[in-house]
């Protein structure tokens, strides 16, 4: 008996410690919730933590911050980068003049700028400006918020070491994974809506040129950023016309000084309207698909569809070629027409291009070239499975004339496109010449057309090129 009333005495107490425990008082419980998540380690933010990248790119960036005279640094990923390569005809107009140093590299992250201003990319100069865009290499590695506090974490790096000059940041450009409007990451939106309220109205100017790179139903056109990321040369002349007058302000640089700084437009790399009627006939071709070689060019590539129809049936038809080469074009025609639809309805696998040599009496040497370079671009963004076959410029008229030493000119210049994997530079224009130098009449009757034994010399000079770039064997 004594026993049970023991038991009995014992499982009450437990009961009241249990209940004691189970109803202490709200406040205590949120106390002790505090203390326990307080003792546990937080998640530190990966974004703002510099970390070592890119050593090799990073010692050439040393040196040219020792040797100083640097306005503007551009800093930030592949993005960034690009105007050293893709961007470069932009580049050498708006940027170069103003002593501008490009410190992107493609894959950074903020954490790797941040490494990398801590380890001397900022020292040894004294810029008036940073023009930034980085953090689309983040998404996916941190959160939104934490990316706008790495770019925080980088212009306040930069406005530390720099107190005098001026940061013009960017708003992550959008990028895009497929096609239209419902294919963009949300979360360069997301990012700009935080660091849009870095902007102090003073040192820090914060620039959204995001829409520029958008058409008019919200989508990333492929002539724009051929991958949905990394800006074509159309897309970097987008960004350059939209934020130089910002640079040129925020740099002091007066009225006369911008129109010194800023080239005359290069008309050679504006589409242009040409011929409606062949243009059109084109586009029927191109609909109904079934092109592996697409040759385009002015009258000499026009020429192969009558005075080279005979060679043109042994080697190009039968390799399921169309021409689109019209008479009198130029390489504003070559965009215009590729912009409004001859390279739609089809994949090719190559594109033989000769153009230029009607721009020779009313543009430069360089200025061709870089409408050559433009028509390349434009192809390969639209065609991106596809090689370029790109010829130089024929020669033309007598040997030492102002057209001769121009196509001379140019093709040094276009020469350096060649990338060893989809531009493959040619130039046959010695096949056409004969031991002085001159033009034989049984090749070119009027120094300029290849007669039916000139566009022989033609496709035997490319064919064996030809067969190697589509993958067959003759």
């Avoid at 640097?70 to 932009?90: A, E, H, P, V, Y």
């Avoid at 000059?165 to 895009?176: E, I, N, Y």
């Avoid at 994997?421 to 096949?431: A, L």
Wanted: include cysteine.
């Amino acid at each position: 008996m004594q026993n049970r009333k023991l038991l009995i005495a014992l499982a009450t107490v437990t009961m009241g410690l249990l209940l004691c425990d189970t109803w202490a008082p709200a406040g205590q419980d949120k106390k002790a919730d505090q203390e326990k998540k307080a003792d546990q380690p937080q998640k530190k933010n990966t974004a703002i933590i510099p970390k070592e990248f890119q050593p090799k790119r990073h010692e050439g960036f040393l040196a040219i911050a020792k040797k100083g005279d640097i306005d503007i640094l551009l800093m930030g990923d592949s993005i960034t980068d690009g105007w050293r390569n893709t961007g470069k005809g932009s580049y050498e107009k708006f940027f170069e003049p103003l002593k501008t140093a490009n410190f992107g590299i493609g894959g950074d992250t903020t954490q790797g700028v941040l490494w990398r201003m801590d380890n001397g990319e900022l020292e040894g100069y004294s810029p008036k400006l940073m023009m930034l865009m980085i953090g689309t290499n983040n998404i996916g590695r941190n959160t939104n918020e934490e990316i706008a506090e790495g770019i925080k974490a980088v212009v306040d790096r930069f406005r530390k070491k720099h107190t005098k000059a001026k940061v013009l940041l960017l708003g992550v450009f959008p990028r895009s994974g497929g096609k239209g409007k419902a294919a963009l990451n949300p979360n360069p939106a997301a990012i700009n809506k935080i660091i849009m309220k870095y902007d102090d109205g003073k040192f820090v100017k914060y620039l959204d040129i995001g829409d520029k790179f958008l058409d008019k139903d919200g989508a990333i056109p492929k002539d724009v950023m051929a991958d949905g990321l990394h800006p074509t040369n159309k897309g970097y002349q987008i960004w350059a016309d939209a934020v130089m007058p910002t640079v040129y302000e925020m740099i002091g640089k007066g009225a006369q000084e911008k129109k010194a700084g800023e080239q005359k437009k290069n008309t050679a790399a504006i589409p242009k309207a040409g011929n409606q009627k062949r243009h059109d006939g084109f586009m029927a071709i191109a609909k109904k698909g079934d092109i592996d070689i697409l040759l385009m060019g002015d009258s000499i590539t026009d020429g192969w569809r009558n005075t080279g129809k005979a060679v043109y049936a042994k080697t190009f038809e039968p390799l399921k070629t169309a021409n689109f080469g019209i008479s009198g074009d130029t390489t504003q025609g070559v965009l215009w027409r590729m912009d409004n639809g001859e390279l739609d309805g089809y994949s090719a696998k190559l594109m033989m291009l000769m153009i230029g040599t009607n721009n020779t009496g009313s543009h430069t040497p360089p200025q061709i070239a870089e409408g050559i370079k433009a028509v390349v671009d434009r192809f390969r963004a639209k065609q991106s499975q596809a090689k370029v076959l790109l010829l130089g410029v024929f020669p033309r008229n007598a040997a030492n004339s102002k057209q001769r030493n121009a196509t001379i000119e140019i093709n040094k210049i276009i020469s350096k496109y060649d990338d060893g994997k989809w531009i493959k530079y040619m130039d046959i224009g010695e096949k056409f010449l004969d031991k002085d130098g001159a033009i034989p009449k049984n090749i070119m009757n009027d120094g300029l057309h290849p007669t039916a034994q000139g566009y022989q010399v033609w496709a035997d000079a490319v064919m064996p090129t030809v067969y190697e770039l589509i993958g067959k064997k003759k």
